[in-house]
């Protein structure tokens, strides 16, 4: 599947698109020496060509990625996230539908957002679903806590559920652009790799 690197105050994640629509977001392993990559990379030996419209929607990504952690916009609208193609079933595409809309820094239970989504006894669901969400930050489920308000868990890194949310709030309360269209430009993405797994 071919992606690219995008660049975070905590070193280099991944975005990877298929068919040229976003399908997966690999954030940097926190706790690590940041990971800095440089330079456009050529497809791997045994991937395929990269197709003009994986590029471009590879840039656009990475872009957009570098600029939610630049603190330029700090949200994703609806018309740029793929929900269709992300969500398994109507159930996940309801609830990251509903996910798009909580403000950044803001949080809500899983209970909250099962009921946002229209499934109001659907919490435990709605949990499966933020766990297995293919493209974290872009579907904010950081935002999604436990009913208590703990944080709850986050992939392999729970500590990114708190950095992510921190990052908002400082953002939010600098004035900084919060919404999803029309934010400025900035670096794109750099890296391209193809490395010919589906």
Do not use: I
Not at 29 to 46: H, N, T
Not at 79 to 97: G, M, N
Not at 123 to 149: I, Y
Request: with cysteine; charged share 20%.
């Amino acid at each position: 599947m071919p992606w690219t690197f995008f660049t975070t105050p905590w070193g280099s994640g991944r975005v990877f698109v298929s068919e040229g629509t976003l399908a997966g977001v690999e954030l940097p392993r926190l706790g690590q020496s940041p990971r800095s990559e440089s330079g456009l990379m050529p497809p791997k030996a045994a991937g395929e060509p990269l197709l003009r419209r994986d590029a471009d929607a590879l840039l656009l990504w990475a872009e957009r990625l570098e600029a939610y952690f630049r603190g330029e916009r700090l949200a994703f609208g609806l018309d740029e996230v793929p929900l269709k193609k992300l969500a398994s079933t109507a159930f996940r595409l309801h609830v990251y539908r509903s996910l798009l809309q909580v403000p950044p820094g803001e949080t809500v239970s899983y209970g909250e957002l099962a009921l946002l989504a229209g499934y109001p006894r659907a919490a435990r669901a709605v949990g499966t679903a933020m766990a297995t969400n293919p493209v974290p930050v872009v579907l904010p489920c950081h935002r999604v806590v436990l009913a208590d308000g703990r944080l709850g868990r986050y992939g392999e890194d729970p500590a990114w559920k708190e950095l992510l949310l921190e990052h908002e709030r400082t953002h939010v309360s600098q004035g900084s652009l919060a919404h999803a269209a029309g934010s400025p430009p900035g670096r794109l993405g750099e890296g391209l790799v193809s490395d010919g797994q589906g």
